[in-house]
């Protein structure tokens, strides 16, 4: 199985700051990589797929990058909307496998 | 648009069983592989499998094969996924969801339903 691991696991971080998150898998991936945006109570939205490419409708301070086994999801400046928890998730093979997510929270 | 609309939450009791729904509208409910996932009350998510709704094949994560079965009925366009013996920590909410690319087993999950919750509780 892929292992996601996910750093950091929480930042808390003010509007307008600029937001990195990493996720690293165990193995190549092939950027068969997701990000997801969850809200309390609310189901994941997907923002990003194949490590970079931006989901329709999702706002474009939302990117990705990365390759093989590590990727990188950035919030060019944070919108109060923005606080949630993120998902990375690999899709090269199954079992499709999460990471542990990071909770963004507000400073 | 698309839409994936699940049952109401469940209370079941240890070594019972349930049986989650999710019935797909606005595209072609065989075109497009449906996965499950679950998440743990404060905890991350976890894929189950997933089911191909135009033959009826699945792929179930090992830690749930021979408890899980996942089925369809195209009929109405709905997804079911039952689990059987439950455990108290199975009280999670359980999700559907599609993956965004025709006729692929893998891939974005595009849409979610809205999730089931089911606690197993004595």
């Known amino acids: 199985d892929i292992q996601m691991t996910q750093s950091p696991s929480s930042l808390s971080a003010s509007v307008g700051d600029r937001v990195t998150i990493t996720c690293r898998a165990s193995?190549?991936?092939?950027?068969?990589l997701a990000w997801y945006q969850q809200k309390p109570g609310k189901a994941p939205k997907l923002l990003l797929y194949a490590a970079s490419r931006l989901e329709s409708g999702v706002p474009s301070r939302f990117s990705g990058s990365g390759s093989g086994t590590d990727y990188t999801l950035t919030i060019s400046s944070l919108q109060p909307e923005d606080f949630a928890t993120y998902y990375c998730?690999?899709?090269?093979?199954?079992?499709?496998?999460f990471g542990p997510g990071t909770k963004v929270d507000i400073k | 648009q698309v839409q994936l609309v699940q049952s109401g939450a469940e209370v079941k009791k240890p070594g019972a069983s349930v049986k989650v729904s999710c019935k797909a509208s606005g595209y072609t409910f065989t075109g497009y592989y449906m996965h499950w996932v679950r998440q743990a009350p404060g905890q991350g998510l976890e894929w189950m499998g997933w089911i191909n709704p135009n033959s009826g094949g699945t792929n179930y994560a090992q830690k749930f094969q021979g408890r899980v079965t996942m089925t369809r009925d195209t009929s109405i366009s709905t997804a079911y996924m039952e689990l059987s013996r439950l455990r108290s920590d199975d009280t999670a909410v359980y999700y559907c969801a599609r993956v965004g690319w025709y006729s692929s087993s893998g891939g974005k999950f595009d849409y979610w339903g809205q999730g089931t919750l089911v606690t197993v509780s004595s």
């Open positions: 193995q190549g991936i092939s950027n068969s």
């Open positions: 998730q690999q899709y090269y093979s199954t079992p499709i496998t």
